[in-house]
């Protein structure tokens, strides 16, 4: 089977741009969940799809939105870009229906707001 | 207080040692506990995880956990050089699980 796939992998943008990452989870799994990974602060959750539902959310701004389509691949905006969001975004698919934990991680979209 | 607690380290252990790796968590109705490893530049990998209290074991892996205490840890046996990576700690919660991680600690297999 093939992976949690992200694209695109690298992307530069400029203050106040808006941007979105792509995630296309392992074939049959629906849940979806994104993440922020920076030095300073770890991973950090920002939210989690299932079924094209929005399940959880993490304390990030509302600039930071996702969703998430029928084929289960999902979507994360992030609008007026802020130097702070320079940051590794991580999509995570899981299989299991109430054990998102248990998760794959695909290889990340580096961010770098200039 | 965060919600996951770890010590950043590094632990630094000889091979062959065993490491033990710990973790706290501030949320006492969490329900899942899951062990992440990450190398540098690649992303998290899960290598463990547990729902009830006690010891799961898996090859040289095993996890602890005791809810009262509000502690989850990962013990590595036999540790190679190859185990040196950042773990990271994971707790579920909430009627969707949500996912909170650890900072997670670094691990330094000296040969």
């Known amino acids: 089977k093939a992976g949690v796939t992200q694209t695109p992998r690298y992307l530069i943008k400029t203050r106040g741009q808006q941007v979105t990452l792509s995630c296309s989870p392992i074939s049959g799994h629906r849940s979806v969940s994104w993440y922020q990974q920076t030095p300073g602060q770890g991973l950090q959750f920002l939210f989690e799809y299932f079924s094209e539902t929005q399940r959880n959310k993490g304390n990030f701004p509302g600039r930071f939105s996702g969703r998430q389509f029928s084929n289960s691949r999902s979507e994360m905006n992030v609008s007026t870009l802020e130097l702070g969001d320079s940051a590794l975004y991580l999509c995570?698919?899981?299989?299991?229906?109430?054990?998102?934990?248990?998760?794959?991680f695909g290889p990340g979209t580096r961010l770098t707001v200039t | 207080q965060k919600e996951v607690e770890q010590n950043s380290g590094p632990l630094s252990v000889p091979e062959g040692a065993i490491a033990s790796l710990n973790c706290t968590y501030s949320d006492r109705v969490s329900q899942s506990f899951f062990w992440y490893r990450q190398y540098s530049g690649k992303s998290p990998e899960l290598i463990m995880s547990i729902y009830s209290n006690g010891d799961k074991e898996d090859g040289r892996f095993t996890a602890q956990l005791n809810k009262a205490s509000q502690y989850v840890s990962l013990l590595i046996r036999d540790s190679q050089p190859s185990d040196s990576a950042t773990y990271l700690c994971?707790?579920?919660?909430?009627?969707?699980?949500?996912?909170?991680f650890g900072t997670g600690t670094k691990l330094q297999v000296i040969p």
């Open positions: 995570a698919s899981s299989p299991f229906i109430g054990r998102p934990g248990e998760q794959y």
């Open positions: 994971a707790v579920g919660s909430g009627g969707y699980q949500k996912v909170t």
